[in-house]
């Protein structure tokens, strides 16, 4: 029996590489919720044998899976905060090669990005692209998707839109799938696999990936008592979730306003620092209760301007530009930066300016004092204010 491993490994080991014309329909990406384990997936024109060939200082290790479209190979006992490369049989050829590192590091950089559809006159690969590769160049050890990866998640050419707009990014990091209000379909859950809610921990944070959708309604009670076992960890705890609980957007679904309430005092007794949704596509920070209420739907999608009055509590935003957070991790503390990446006009038609790498709009860090709940334009009154009755008093 161990020959005929042997025999198959080598035989594996000898197929050519793919071609251009040979690439997986979707894929491949990765997910991982344990420092030790990751999952490869792709996703075939026609059924068909797919494996895994994973590499790691000069050793190769083939995992196989059975004939089909989809193939999404577990790979497990992986050496925690390691990087790995690997490539995927497609055709009886091996792919290019690809790379990721596994969770356990104590310092490590993370993104955080949503709402990716398109929608005309523009594609996924005018914006969602644009917005991936800035991504692709900070190298993160994984990107949160915040949910809305497409327009309508039944059908597989809106699938095709937004692999083929991220394909190098998503090969090369994991993915954390957070589901949004238009990811409600079966080919969401085949294509990631993933729980509707489920929790993962990145050295000494914890993250708390929460489903906020309508669908979900009849279990809040049920996720709502997870959500509180969760919390109950020493850890400090980042909530991910698609619909905002501070928005300037009327189309507030969701959550009701008797649950958000809920849901805030369990962050609040239980360790959470920082939530980050989408839905609002733009980016829109607010703090209350000495958590970070940070919105970013700044993927790709059309994007929107203000429509109702900001609440008090909100901070910083900016409107009509394409951006990502990216989050520096120093052990339990963290940095959180929106970086600009394109300006919109504001039919969303063109991007009227592409900003240089690294333009930074909006930061905030766990080791800063709380800031005021009171909105920018109030500050500046008080301030403003404070001065006049200075110079009066000179």
């Known amino acids: 029996m161990k020959r005929i491993c042997v025999i198959i490994l080598l035989l594996l080991l000898l197929v050519p590489a793919v071609s251009a014309a040979d ?9 991982s919720a344990d420092e030790d384990t990751v999952t490869i997936h792709y996703y075939l024109y026609e059924n068909a044998s797919g494996a895994v060939e994973l590499a790691f200082r000069g050793n190769t290790t083939v995992f196989s899976s059975e004939p089909g479209g989809f193939h999404h190979i577990r790979i497990e006992d992986l050496m925690p905060d390691t990087e790995y490369s690997y490539r995927i049989l497609v055709n009886d050829s091996w792919s290019e090669t690809y790379s990721f590192r596994t969770l356990g590091a104590e310092n490590y950089m993370f993104v955080v990005s949503g709402d990716t559809r398109s929608e005309p006159p523009f594609t996924q690969a005018e914006r969602h692209g644009v917005v991936a590769e800035s991504i692709l160049n900070e190298n993160p050890l994984f990107v ?8 309508d998640a039944d059908d597989p050419a809106e699938w095709d839109r937004f692999f083929s707009a991220g394909r190098n ?15 409600y379909a079966k080919l969401y859950t085949e294509i990631f696999g993933m729980p509707d809610w489920y929790a993962f921990t990145a050295g000494s944070l914890k993250f708390l990936v929460l489903n906020t959708n309508g669908w979900t309604q009849i279990r809040f009670a049920n996720q709502t008592a997870w959500l509180g ?14 619909h905002p609980f501070y928005t300037t957007d009327q189309k507030r679904t969701g959550l009701t306003t008797d649950q958000i309430p809920v849901w805030q005092e369990i962050f609040e007794n239980g360790g959470v620092a920082a939530a980050y949704s989408a839905h609002m596509h733009a980016y829109e920070r607010y703090e209350s209760g000495g958590i970070a209420y940070v919105t970013n739907g700044a993927g790709g999608a059309p994007l929107y301007s203000p429509v109702t009055e900001p609440a008090d509590e909100m901070v910083n935003s900016i409107y009509h530009t394409l951006g990502y957070v990216r989050v520096d991790v120093n052990g339990s503390e963290f940095t959180s930066t929106f970086f600009s990446v394109a300006e919109v006009s504001e039919d969303n038609s063109v991007l009227t300016t592409v900003f240089p790498k690294g333009t930074a709009y909006d930061v905030f860090s766990t080791t800063d004092p709380v800031s005021s709940p009171l909105g920018p334009g109030i500050i500046f009154g008080i301030l403003s204010g404070a001065v006049f009755f200075i110079r009066r008093k000179r």
């Open 23 to 31: 690439l997986p329909r979707w894929g491949p990406y990765i997910t």
């Open 229 to 242: 076992e969760e919390t109950q960890s020493p850890k400090p705890k980042i909530a991910l979730f698609h």
């Open 169 to 183: 990014l998503y090969a090369n990091t994991i993915i954390v799938p957070v589901q949004g209000n238009h990811d």
């Open 144 to 151: 949160v998707h915040l949910g809305d990866f497409s327009g």
